[in-house]
């Protein structure tokens, strides 16, 4: 089965620092990748998708992801973070085929003032 | 953006209760999901359905059933409540069954004691 791997379990920045959040999964065949954001206290909400072309998305809030089929990685950037993006973000892959939904385990951002 | 919805949001009850807890969507959406979230592990499927009068088991072994009457409603109830079964319960719907982009309710954090 696949699974999907975050390096990175707790992140702390200060306001304005660039963050990059890893995200690699197991699976060699056709996928669709997912950043979802939990904010404290609030659902799961849609991120960015990526499911074919351009492999740099552009999602909401100012945060985009790339796809390195290669390393088959789908990392989350944002150049410069604030306080409000102190949230829970969680790498999905979906697997085109025998449509089997993975998550990751999540990073917890915590964005100092 | 789908409208999910999840009641109750909080549920502290005794070992051996049954209870069920609601899932509606108003989206028309056929896939259906039942996932548990416990803190820094990954989202675990625990049920989903295709659509009506379908249901299928998820990866996470479950004492709890599920059923598909209506296409926007999806109840997952626990017969006989346990304190292992304290958790975060999301459900979620899929607007694209092939690509599998899910949409996620507040969920219901419940606490068996």
């Known amino acids: 089965a696949q699974s999907v791997s975050q390096h990175n379990h707790h992140v702390i920045l200060s306001e304005a620092a660039s963050l990059e959040l890893g995200c690699n999964y197991s699976y060699g065949g056709t996928v669709n990748l997912f950043w979802y954001v939990q904010y404290p206290g609030q659902h799961l909400q849609l991120l960015l998708k990526y499911f074919s072309g351009d492999p740099l998305v552009k999602g909401i809030k100012g945060f985009e992801a790339e796809f390195i089929k290669s390393k088959f990685s789908f990392n989350l950037r944002k150049p410069s973070v604030q306080w409000s993006d102190t949230a829970e973000y969680f790498c999905a892959v979906n697997s085109y085929n025998n449509n089997d939904m993975r998550f990751g385990a999540g990073t917890r951002l915590t964005v100092k003032p | ?113």
């Not at chain 2, 009850?13 to 039942?34: A, F, N, P, R, V």
């Not at chain 2, 088991?57 to 079964?85: M, Y």
């Not at chain 2, 092939?98 to 419940?110: D, I």
């Open chain 2, 1 to 113: 953006e789908a409208d999910i919805y999840q009641t109750p949001r909080y549920l502290v009850i005794g070992t051996g209760k049954k209870i069920t807890l609601e899932c509606s969507q108003t989206m028309g959406h056929d896939k259906m999901y039942w996932y548990q979230q416990d803190p820094g592990m990954e989202l675990h499927l625990i049920h989903y359905s295709y659509g009506v009068n379908s249901t299928e088991k998820g990866d996470l072994s479950s004492e709890s059933t599920v059923s598909r009457i209506r296409t926007e409603h999806f109840p997952l109830t626990l017969e006989s409540a346990r304190p292992s079964h304290t958790s975060q319960y999301l459900c979620a719907s899929s607007e694209d069954p092939a690509r599998n982009t899910q949409y996620f309710g507040p969920g219901t954090r419940l606490t068996v004691l």
